[in-house]
């Protein structure tokens, strides 16, 4: 499952993963854990519905129903959340997040990280969605907590001491991309050789 909430106070509090897209009306805490992976914040500020997704890669050939965990369908699915909760289009603006190069591969060009960050930009740019904060690239995991109605975000760099959180980021992320073919992983143009 990719999602969780709970109740804090008079928030919600609700918890993502790879692949979770998440909006409301009501008052949230949207939280994620981040490595390699982006997270698009989502909020109309009139209206003060927001939302948020994490996606993995930017976008995929998966059939397999987890569509989400590429950024081609979260960023549609969030945007459409956003607006079924009475978010208008024409005022919704945006924080990026994420996109480190945490996984110990060998970092590239184009790597995961950085196709990812080119490609939240580069659609948020397209879809005419003002980007009001940004925090990507670099070497750290983040915590992220965006607060829906405010637009507020907390956000933490995650010590490289802080190994308990890093390694269960690392194996979720690991994981999601160990399910995918290689072709996604890597541009099929790459002149790479797999084994």
């Not at 009001?132 to 750290?140: A, C, K, P």
């Amino acid at each position: 499952m990719n999602t969780r909430t709970s109740q804090v106070g008079d928030r919600l509090r609700h918890s993502i993963h790879i692949g979770g897209v998440y909006a409301s009306r009501q008052p949230t805490a949207i939280h994620t854990v981040l490595g390699s992976c982006i997270s698009v914040c989502l909020r109309d500020p009139l209206t003060r519905v927001g939302g948020m997704n994490h996606f993995m890669l930017p976008q995929g050939h998966g059939d397999d129903g987890d569509s989400t965990r590429y950024g081609i369908n979260a960023m549609e699915l969030l945007i459409n959340e956003c607006m079924k909760a009475g978010a208008e289009r024409s005022r919704l603006e945006a924080k990026v997040f994420g996109g480190g190069h945490v996984l110990q591969i060998q970092e590239t060009a184009d790597n995961v990280p950085k196709r990812n960050i080119q490609f939240a930009c580069q659609f948020l740019q397209t879809e005419g969605i003002h980007v009001v904060g940004r925090d990507v690239g670099g070497y750290d995991a983040r915590k992220i907590l965006f607060l829906t109605d405010s637009g507020k975000t907390l956000l933490k760099r995650l010590p490289r001491e802080d190994t308990t959180t890093l390694q269960a980021m690392r194996q979720r992320e690991l994981s999601a991309l160990r399910s995918l073919p290689k072709r996604e992983i890597i541009p099929e143009d790459d002149n790479i050789t797999l084994f």
